[in-house]
């Protein structure tokens, strides 16, 4: 095979494991409750090399951006309630960023900083950076720090080549609002505490987007029963 050929074949299976985990981070995206158009969710990879490829076939990350916004039912599931001191709560879902970092080599502080920079000033209430290499321990400490003003995760291509909530093994989760987490809690007279703990980093919190604090509704098949429900406490 010549150069050019051995070219274009390492092009495209980049290309397409790119459209993977691009398929994959916008079912995420839609499991969370953000509103996304069906054909950008299900695209082809005919159309994702159309969209996203230079003219000699090389993946082009630098123009894989996009923006959702939340669901009216997402908005509602992460608002607030209401109090006398805080009467009209504002929701804690926002729009969100997504990158496919084109950097191919160390991930460093400098990256992270500026996609953090974008995120909060283009009002932006998430972001997610999609990278082909692992992030330095000192750009993590970087996004440990700003999680106050935006909240950024970080996702590697390779994470997102298959959708783990497809496996037939994983069951249905269900992340709850805070009067659900509440109403569970005093049906069952429990302090949260009390609840079985999935990680923060578990690979279906991290899908979920999971915060600590937050419960997660676990529906699971049963012989005898047809269906039941767990829950867990995300730390």
């Known amino acids: 095979m010549d150069e050019e050929g051995s070219t274009s074949t390492v092009f495209a299976r980049e290309t397409s494991r790119l459209w ?7 079912e995420m995206l839609q499991d969370r409750g953000y509103e996304l158009a069906d054909d950008e969710v299900t695209i082809t990879l005919d159309s994702f090399r159309l969209k996203y490829t230079a003219p000699d076939g090389a993946p082009n990350r630098k123009v894989m951006t996009f923006s959702a916004r939340p669901s009216e ?6 608002t607030p309630p209401a109090t ?27 990256v992270v900083k500026k996609f953090v920079t974008f995120c909060a000033t283009q ?9 082909s290499q692992p992030l330095s321990a000192q750009a993590r400490k970087v996004i440990a720090v700003t999680q106050q003003y935006t909240q950024i995760e970080c996702f590697l291509e390779e ?13 249905k989760h269900i992340v709850l609002s805070r009067e659900e987490k509440t109403a569970l809690l005093r049906r069952y007279r429990l302090k949260e505490t009390q609840l079985p703990r999935i990680l923060q980093k578990d690979p279906i919190a991290r899908y979920l987007g999971l ?12 012989e005898t029963a047809g269906r039941y429900a767990s829950y ?3 730390v």
Do not use: Y
């Open 123 to 131: 009002n932006h209430k998430a972001g997610i950076l999609i990278t």
């Open 84 to 110: 006398p001191a805080n009467p009209n709560p504002v929701s804690e879902a926002g729009t969100v960023f997504v990158e496919f970092c084109p950097e191919q080599s160390s991930i460093g502080i400098g």
């Open 159 to 171: 994470d997102l080549l298959v959708n783990i909530t497809h496996h037939i093994l994983v069951p």
């Open 73 to 78: 039912t997402m908005i509602k599931k992460h």
């Open 232 to 234: 867990r406490l995300c």
């Open 211 to 222: 915060k600590r604090g937050q419960v997660v509704k676990i529906i699971r098949a049963s």
């Open 20 to 26: 993977r985990a691009w398929r994959t981070v916008h």
